[in-house]
């Protein structure tokens, strides 16, 4: 199991090509909980999500044959793109494997922004896995996991910790759980930093595998989960589980409309444009199942991409009706 | 006309009050625009734009007579708020004049948010005028005017000092302009700084009213301006207009078009929320027409309140139909 100290070392390594993202707060917010609480703004990270850190920080330490064979991973979100552009940085191929009905822009912007080479297969686990699979046999290139990868949950844990180094005595620490991965890696940067801060997440109720899965201490998985927090679909895995269950206090999950609620204050009050998972967390602070009256909390926001078509065409149409 | 010691002095009256903004990048419009460009984010400035810094610097220097009478404005937009929340810190009674058919929603959180008295008129600048007029006369109020005040333009011109406080070395920066308060505080604080320092504006085609009092050296008014930049429509006033020749190179007309692409791009690449106004600029770097390679630009974002009502009306669709 990794520890405090690989998330140390992660940094290090990462930190001279990561974004140092913004510690925000809203004045308004603290008033209604009665609490502070501090936004790590990983919205800000490169490729707009929290997942740069990991795949830099996973695929920098290859070998040099590794290296030259190039990365595989599957995934039509924001670690697909995470993985392209440390890949680019570093002068890697990277393939990745994605659905072959995920949006074009996303397509193209794997292909065209990172020059990663996609290649498409059916929409299943089974097919995703089995495609990467082939790449990996015939390719010799080297998988990397989402969030069943050490590394990449050291990567992880490395925005907690740079918030931590930023405001020292957080009492709570929250985070989205879907894999686990930053949950895993926030917990034990938190930890580290001090074994008395309390870790959270929150999750989607319609994809509650993790919150089922700590209180039935067995892995739990979703069937078709749908919920609008598109980054929170996944399972968790023996790995994060594991780390999970040791550092985890609760997880409280909430409705899609929670969600929504917390998303639209972080971004009517706070000016902030976070993805839907992103805003899991507030939604959890603001249930009240967690104690946080008088404490420093913090949350992290874990990335910013989100569809944002359908806003610009009714703008659009404004200046034509005109 | 202001000083640049009275924008210094301003700042050292307003900041503990405002907030300090962050300054934000992004690499790739950098590599697109062979620039550096620095974003001053008053979208995150207390109610969401820089107008807070003006109303407070204007408020708090106020008589003890004057205070206890209060103070009255008209607006419907970032100025109502700004100079509802400075009289509320400052235990001053204000009164916002706003027209009828102005958003229940914008009228409710100006009475209830921060308490001001909310005085309804017709949707006229004869009946704004006079409204307040008789307030004035009636109740020896104080008239807090959005842009045509010298403490309003030296209170505006801190968001420019406080970027040159960041980032020293700025061959140009670049505002919106509507009244030309921004413009006027901006230009004042940057010549202080550095002589040679470039000043530009950003315009929207529709309400070109600045572009063309500078261009025949006479003050010009727009009729019924259409603009997406609801924060842009108004008219120079002869004493911004006198600061704006003295100091700015040039102002840049952009189309609606051009205004909702660089909009798109501050949201979707950048991750911040900004009103249609605050894109302006951005815009006006975009047409090429000023000569920007290799230079180092600073940007005002005027501010990030902006109606977002349809876009979550759109996601909650999202959660029924599932």
Same mark, same amino acid.
């Given at each position: 199991?990794?520890?405090?100290?690989? /998330?140390?070392?992660? +940094?290090?390594?990462?930190?001279?090509?990561?974004?140092?993202?913004?510690?925000?707060?809203?004045?308004?917010?603290?008033?209604?909980?009665?609490?502070?609480?501090?936004?790590?703004?990983?919205?800000?990270?490169?490729?707009?999500?929290?997942?740069?850190?990991?795949?830099?920080?996973?695929?920098?330490? !290859? =070998?040099?044959?590794?290296?030259?064979?190039?990365?595989?991973?599957?995934?039509?979100?924001?670690?697909?793109?995470?993985?392209?552009?440390?890949?680019?940085?570093?002068?890697?191929?990277?393939?990745?494997?994605?659905?072959?009905?995920?949006?074009?822009?996303?397509? $193209?912007?794997?292909?065209?922004?990172?020059?990663?080479? @996609?290649?498409?297969?059916?929409?299943?686990? *089974?097919?995703? *896995?089995?495609?990467?699979?082939?790449?990996?046999?015939?390719?010799? *290139?080297?998988?990397?996991?989402?969030?069943?990868?050490?590394? %990449?949950?050291?990567?992880?844990?490395?925005?907690?910790?740079? &918030?931590?180094?930023?405001?020292?005595?957080?009492? /709570?620490?929250?985070?989205? @759980?879907?894999?686990?991965?930053? !949950?895993?890696?926030?917990? %034990?940067?938190?930890?580290?930093?001090? *074994?008395?801060?309390?870790?959270?997440?929150?999750?989607?109720?319609?994809?509650?595998?993790?919150?089922?899965?700590? %209180?039935?201490?067995?892995?739990?998985? $979703?069937?078709?989960?749908?919920?609008?927090?598109?980054?929170?679909?996944?399972?968790?895995?023996?790995?994060?589980?594991?780390?999970?269950?040791?550092?985890?206090?609760?997880?409280?999950?909430?409705?899609?409309?929670?969600?929504?609620?917390?998303?639209?204050? &972080?971004?009517?009050?706070?000016? !902030?444009?976070?993805?839907?998972? =992103?805003?899991?967390?507030?939604?959890?602070?603001?249930?009240?199942? /967690?104690?946080?009256?008088?404490?420093?909390?913090?949350?992290?926001?874990?990335?910013?991409?989100?569809?944002?078509?359908?806003?610009?065409? +009714? &703008?659009?149409?404004?200046?034509?009706?005109?």
């Amino acid at each position: 199991m990794i520890t405090y100290q690989d /998330i140390q070392q992660a +940094y290090q390594r990462i930190k001279s090509e990561i974004n140092h993202t913004p510690v925000m707060t809203s004045r308004m917010l603290n008033k209604d909980l009665g609490a502070e609480v501090y936004f790590k703004c990983e919205n800000y990270q490169r490729v707009g999500a929290f997942k740069f850190r990991g795949a830099f920080n996973a695929i920098s330490q !290859l =070998s040099h044959e590794q290296k030259k064979l190039g990365v595989v991973t599957h995934s039509s979100g924001n670690h697909a793109q995470a993985v392209a552009l440390a890949a680019s940085i570093l002068h890697i191929p990277a393939t990745i494997v994605m659905p072959e009905n995920s949006p074009k822009v996303k397509i $193209n912007a794997t292909q065209n922004t990172y020059g990663a080479r @996609v290649v498409l297969c059916k929409n299943t686990v *089974q097919s995703r *896995q089995e495609t990467c699979q082939r790449i990996m046999e015939n390719e010799g *290139q080297t998988l990397i996991h989402p969030y069943d990868n050490d590394e %990449i949950i050291a990567g992880a844990g490395t925005a907690a910790y740079e &918030l931590l180094l930023e405001v020292n005595d957080l009492d /709570i620490i929250i985070t989205p @759980v879907g894999g686990g991965g930053l !949950l895993s890696g926030t917990s %034990i940067a938190a930890k580290g930093f001090n *074994q008395n801060c309390e870790i959270y997440a929150g999750e989607p109720l319609n994809a509650d595998d993790a919150y089922r899965s700590l %209180i039935s201490g067995k892995i739990q998985t $979703n069937k078709n989960p749908i919920t609008i927090a598109d980054g929170l679909r996944t399972n968790l895995c023996p790995r994060t589980f594991q780390i999970i269950q040791n550092n985890v206090n609760a997880i409280v999950r909430v409705s899609e409309k929670e969600i929504i609620s917390a998303m639209r204050f &972080l971004w009517e009050r706070m000016k !902030l444009v976070v993805e839907p998972s =992103s805003a899991v967390p507030l939604a959890a602070l603001k249930t009240g199942e /967690i104690e946080i009256k008088d404490k420093k909390i913090g949350v992290i926001l874990s990335g910013g991409n989100v569809d944002l078509n359908a806003f610009f065409e +009714y &703008l659009s149409s404004y200046i034509a009706e005109k």
